[in-house]
């Protein structure tokens, strides 16, 4: 089982940054796509970032300028850096991965990030 233990969320005012990271029990090689979603109060899950295997990321289009994803291949962890904060930015954030062998998915606990006016 893979385990996802996320930390470095809490409240910032608009403009502020804050650095997620995520510290995975498995090696990172053995991960096909690692991401971060977000879930806002009433809102649906949704794809913040995501990096894979080769390096290649993809963000939404939200946060696209804003944020950036990258790993940690000797801690086995992956960061979700995340600048110029907005209220909209608001939500729990997830992390997530996906096994190369099995295609099995995992999810953290998820860390609360607060972005207030």
């Known amino acids: 089982q893979v385990q996802l233990v996320e930390s470095g969320g809490g409240s910032v005012q608009t403009g502020g940054s804050l650095r997620l990271s995520c510290a995975v029990s498995?090696?990172?090689?053995?991960?096909?796509?690692m991401g971060w979603y977000r879930q806002a109060p009433r809102n649906q899950r949704e794809l913040v970032a995501s990096?894979?295997?080769?390096?290649?990321?993809n963000y939404a289009d939200s946060v696209k300028g804003r944020f950036t994803i990258s790993r940690d291949s000797a801690e086995n962890t992956v960061h979700l850096q995340m600048n110029s904060l907005k209220p909209e930015d608001t939500a729990v954030y997830y992390c997530?991965?996906?096994?190369?062998?099995?295609?099995?998915?995992?999810w953290g606990q998820g860390t609360q990030v607060t972005v207030s006016s």
């Open positions: 990096i894979t295997s080769i390096g290649r990321t």
């Open positions: 498995e090696s990172i090689a053995r991960l096909i796509v």
């Open positions: 997530h991965a996906v096994t190369i062998r099995n295609r099995s998915t995992y």
